[in-house]
């Protein structure tokens, strides 16, 4: 009977549960670098949540869709369709060309500037 028992469990599949693997370029982040494999993990399961870009790409990918079934119902012509991707293709490469401005910090240059505009203006 043990045997039996012992066969059953065997064949039966247990599910696993997914790692998260961090790719190479996302271990070199500032954020994830100081910390351990378990906490990086963490870290990047949290970053994948709030990342917007897949949400993006199922959006643009849904609108050249519904480019393409309007085309075949008629209601626009091709010509129009391939003018409406163009634009959304362009679009989209300027925003990610764009990059968030990083807050600069000023030269010395320009605080001692600053400061002698405030020391005449006290005089």
Known sequence: MWR???KQYKN???PRIPRIQV???AADISLLKDLNQG???YLYSIMRIYDSRPQWKALQTRYIHSLGYQQHLGYITQQEALSCAAVLRHSTMQASAMVAPQRTIL???FS?????STSKTRA
């Open 107 to 109: 030269p010395k240059v």
């Open 112 to 116: 001692r500037a600053k400061n002698v």
């Open 12 to 14: 039966q599949s247990v």
């Open 23 to 25: 790719p190479a370029a």
């Open 39 to 41: 906490q990086q993990r």
């Open 4 to 6: 039996n028992l012992k």
